[in-house]
T-cell receptor, first 117, second 110 residues
Framework: DVKVTQSSRYLVKRTGEKVFLECVQDMDHENMFWYRQDPGLGLRLIYF???????EKGDIPEGYSVSREKKERFSLILESASTNQTSMYLC????????????????FGPGTRLTVT | EDKVVQSPLSLVVHEGDTVTLNCSYE??????LLWYKQEKKAPTFLFMLTSSGIEKKSGRLSSILDKKELFSILNITATQTGDSAVYLC??????????FGTGTRLQVFP
């Protein structure tokens, strides 16, 4: 069964703290993504990764960095958390299209609700 | 700038009604359009559309894509309270990036 897990469902951090959000997938997917979701703004892409050690900026990378040292794990890092980073963070993974997978989809994790106080 | 716009933002109906949700897009290097249903958890995938004019169906839900006019619709017939959710439309480009709309919040009352 397809599975994307995120290290925490809820997290409360203080302003200025360094925050690590971990995402692990067990489907051998090449692609992994970090989104944040805010009311009225939909899902917004922060970073994505095509493969190990590869990363690309999404629409809102400022204040975030990522790490992909292993294929199954994609970490989102907030170097110095700020209150405007309070949000729901969603990780997703997928196969790249063109590998005969048919209709593929992004599989999402359950989300991490981060509150920065 | 790539964008995906959904309408209406919010919809309130009674059980048994039929609803149509709209998604228009402006995305360079379009590859596919996806619909998701989001409740109090991560979005669940509904449909992926790549070709114009071919309707996809799953039970009471159906969707179609118009690549000339750059839009898609999601239809739900005979709505039920369990259909209450936010419906997300996303367009994927050929770099595997997904551009999401803000969603349509559907509320179905008994």
């Amino acid at each position: 069964d397809v599975k994307v897990t995120q290290s925490s469902r809820y997290l409360v951090k203080r302003t200025g703290e360094k925050v690590f959000l971990e995402c692990v997938q067990d489907m051998d997917h090449e692609n992994m993504f970090w989104y944040r979701q805010d009311p009225g703004l939909g899902l917004r892409l922060i970073y994505f990764s095509y493969d190990v050690k590869m990363k690309e900026k999404g629409d809102i990378p400022e204040g975030y960095s990522v790490s992909r040292e292993k294929k199954e794990r994609f970490s989102l890092i907030l170097e110095s958390a700020s209150t405007n980073q309070t949000s729901m963070y969603l990780c997703a993974s997928s196969f790249p299209q063109g590998l005969g997978q048919g209709d593929y989809e992004q599989y999402f994790g359950p989300g991490t609700r981060l509150t920065v106080t | 700038e790539d964008k995906v716009v959904q309408s209406p933002l919010s919809l309130v109906v009674h059980e048994g009604d039929t609803v149509t949700l709209n998604c228009s897009y402006e995305v360079t290097n379009f590859r596919s359009l996806l619909w998701y249903k989001q409740e109090k958890k991560a979005p669940t995938f509904l449909f992926m559309l790549t070709s114009s004019g071919i309707e996809k169906k799953s039970g009471r839900l159906s969707s179609i894509l118009d690549k000339k006019e750059l839009f898609s619709i999601l239809n739900i017939t005979a709505t039920q309270t369990g259909d209450s959710a936010v419906y997300l439309c996303a367009v994927e480009d050929n770099t595997d990036k997904l551009i999401f709309g803000t969603g349509t919040r559907l509320q179905v009352f008994p």
